[in-house]
T-cell receptor, first 116, second 113 residues
Framework: DAGVTQSPTHLIKTRGQQVTLRCSPK?????VSWYQQALGQGPQFIFQ???????QRGNFPDRFSGHQFPNYSSELNVNALLLGDSALYLC???????????????FGEGSRLTVL | GDSVTQMEGPVTLSEEAFLTINCTYT??????LFWYVQYPGEGLQLLLK?????DKGSNKGFEATYRKETTSFHLEKGSVQVSDSAVYFC????????????FGTGTRLKVLA
């Protein structure tokens, strides 16, 4: 049973560029959440997708956008990259409403983005 | 606002020592509480959880009790092993009005043989 898979694992971009990160949820999961983990910090919620719609968004600017596909996989896009966007981006999947009512989030290993 | 506060690390212990990592929270309503662990180069894994007051979560020798009166969820283990070396995150999930989890800043544990 495949867990949450993310790609790419590492990437380097320069300021002003755009990046797309990809996530395949754990088999049977229908909800995908994205988190940003800066060095030495805990994960910060970016947004969550269910049924191809953004259900909730954290305190991130519009430069951060996402998408969920009919097969439940998801993309995170970041435009006009800033140095401060350098972080580990984590994808987490869950079942409907379990992520809300105390259920378990399953995390991928993350995509480490470095912005120069 | 809702938040989680963890003791700062790093915590360095000898093998077989007793571990406590403190976690307190602030939340409106009645959150579910979690401990996640992150091993080097890996994503976060759920270690244990508790969904209501006085619940005790346990897994792999780790325990934590949901204390509503002190708004705490301290992680304990009676005898740590080198393989427990990792970063531990306390987190909460509100049971209504939001889908997000709120994480603490993490506590790095290093266990020496």
């Amino acid at each position: 049973d495949a867990g949450v898979t993310q790609s790419p694992t590492h990437l380097i971009k320069t300021r002003g560029q755009q990046v797309t990160l990809r996530c395949s949820p754990k088999s049977g999961h229908d909800t995908v959440s994205w988190y940003q983990q800066a060095l030495g910090q805990g994960p910060q919620f970016i947004f969550q997708y269910y049924e191809e719609e953004e259900r909730q968004r954290g305190n991130f600017p519009d430069r951060f956008s996402g998408h969920q596909f009919p097969n439940y996989s998801s993309e995170l896009n970041v435009n006009a990259l800033l140095l401060g966007d350098s972080a580990l981006y984590l994808c987490a999947s869950s079942l409907l409403d379990r992520g809300r009512f105390g259920g378990e989030l399953f995390f991928g290993e993350g995509s480490r983005l470095t912005v120069l | 606002g809702d938040s989680v506060t963890q003791m700062e690390g790093p915590v360095t212990l000898s093998e077989e020592a007793f571990l406590t990592i403190n976690c307190t929270y602030t939340a409106t309503g009645y959150p579910s509480l979690f401990w996640y662990v992150q091993y080097p180069g890996e994503g976060l894994q759920l270690l244990l959880k508790a969904t209501k007051a006085d619940d005790k979560g346990s897994n792999k020798g780790f325990e934590a009790t949901y204390r509503k009166e002190t708004t705490s969820f301290h992680l304990e283990k009676g005898s740590v092993q080198v393989s427990d070396s990792a970063v531990y995150f306390c987190a909460l999930s509100l049971t209504s009005g939001t889908y997000k989890y709120i994480f603490g800043t993490g506590t790095r544990l290093k266990v020496l043989a």
